[in-house]
């Protein structure tokens, strides 16, 4: 696996390859890295000739700088970890090389991107945008991979792509969940062993609940704070945080449940 930091590197690699007709996938992530992740990759590796995978815990998308300070970075045990997985490149830039201004300039989405975790992460998804836009001009990849977990950031990459005619395919992938039905997150190594062990009633509550109403009410006697739990459309969304960790997860309403 060949590792890139500076963007001249890579773009020369995959201009060469482009020229002579290799497909490319990619997979965007902050590390930190686990079987959901792991997943992407996989789907890449099926799809396209050649995977890139993007390391970067972008600072922009971090509303709160606890958070941020808190992100776990094992960078050299991912890289393992792709590695082995049979990942062709990672690309692993530094700040101020995917910031050249400073973030000055940056995609705001003016409705979606304002409910659920917008309007309790206030500007989250500017950030999410903007990298997304980045990685993705500088990939030139013909498809990314993005995870349904984060159902509300994959609707508006979706947007984004059609938004602004980007000729990559966005590619959702099935949320991947623990036995218990916890889906996996890299925030998750940050829970205690005991709440690890209450964490599956989030997911248990957004299943068997008959109503949003009432999967709040069933969290918040389960020890949850809740910060929503909405019904749209076909799905049901909620993030809710336990002890000092926010988790956030999505399923289908209806039939398939
Ligand atoms: O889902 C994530 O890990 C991030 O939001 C992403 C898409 C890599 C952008 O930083």
Redesign the pocket.
């Known amino acids: 696996m060949k590792v890139f930091t500076e963007l001249p590197d890579w773009r020369a690699e995959r201009r060469a390859e482009r020229r002579a007709g290799i497909g490319l996938g990619l997979v ?3 590390g930190a890295l686990h079987e959901g ?1 792991l997943s992407l990759v996989r789907r890449s590796l099926d799809e396209n000739d050649r995977t890139l995978v ?1 390391i ?3 600072p922009t ?1 971090f509303n709160d700088p606890t958070d941020l300070a808190a992100y776990p970075q094992p960078l050299e045990s991912d890289l393992a970890l792709l590695r082995e997985a049979g990942v062709h490149y990672a690309i692993v830039p530094r700040r101020d090389t995917l910031y050249p201004d400073g973030y000055r300039y940056r995609v705001v989405e003016t409705e979606r991107s304002r409910a659920y975790e917008g309007a309790h992460r206030p500007g989250h998804f500017d ?2 945008l903007t ?2 836009l980045k ?1 993705l001009q500088i990939a030139d990849a013909d498809r990314a991979y ?2 349904e977990k ?1 159902w509300q ?1 994959l609707e508006l ?1 979706r947007g984004l792509a059609e938004a602004f005619f980007l000729p990559t395919a966005i590619v959702g992938c099935p949320t991947v969940r623990d036995a218990d039905g916890l889906a996996l997150s ?1 925030r998750n190594s940050r829970l205690s062993s005991d709440e690890r062990r209450r964490a599956p009633a989030f997911h248990r509550a957004l299943v068997a609940a008959p109503s949003a109403d009432l999967a709040r009410r069933a969290l918040e006697t389960g020890g949850f704070d809740v910060d929503y739990v909405e019904d749209d459309g076909d799905r049901r969304l909620a993030a809710v945080r336990l002890g000092g960790v926010r988790l956030i997860d999505n399923v289908p309403l209806g039939s398939d449940r």
């Open positions: 965007p992530t902050m992740h993007s970067f815990v972008n998308q950030g999410v990298v997304v990685l993005f995870g984060d950031q990459v890299s």
